[in-house]
């Protein structure tokens, strides 16, 4: 199944999105990446930023998967992270990586000594009222990405594929 995960400074409507991971890139995963573990148990902003732009490129460059650095621009066809598998953000104010899932209702604060996936569900209470309005609340506040030109929510409308898989079900995406 392919995942989704975005990297943002800050939560909230004001976040700055640094980046983006497609295939595999839960953060179980990411923590054997030596660059995903440094971006998932960051204690300042400057390593933050500079874990996730070496793990954006190491993530394409050994073959794991397909990565969005922030200067390709927004790589989904939906204009916020609330579909994205997992989200992840480094909160200056609290000096600490948190996580939550697309339609996610809290954040989950990662422990630099020990960082593991929530063991509580943090998804939508309800999956089916999820499903008509992502964004909606009980969901986290996550910026709303614009084209730069036009001010409208981006649609990047790309059919992303599975670099490692030439098959493909139904929906488009690979298995």
Known sequence: MSTKTDFYLGRGHDAEWLGSLQWECEPENLLRVPPGRLAL????ETTYRAAVAYLV????????GTAFPRQTGW???WA??????????????????????GGGVRWEPLDPRNPREPA??????????????PADPPSVPLPLMRDPATGWPTAAGQCLTNPHDTQHDTEGESR
């Open 41 to 44: 148990t960051a204690t300042d």
């Open 75 to 77: 790589p989904w066809p």
């Open 80 to 101: 916020t992270s609330h579909m994205s598998s997992w989200i992840v953000a480094f909160d200056p104010g609290a000096r600490g990586v948190f996580v939550t899932v």
């Open 57 to 64: 490129i190491v993530w394409e460059a050994e073959g794991i």
């Open 120 to 133: 509580e569900d943090i998804g939508p209470p309800d999956i089916k009222a999820w499903l008509r309005a």
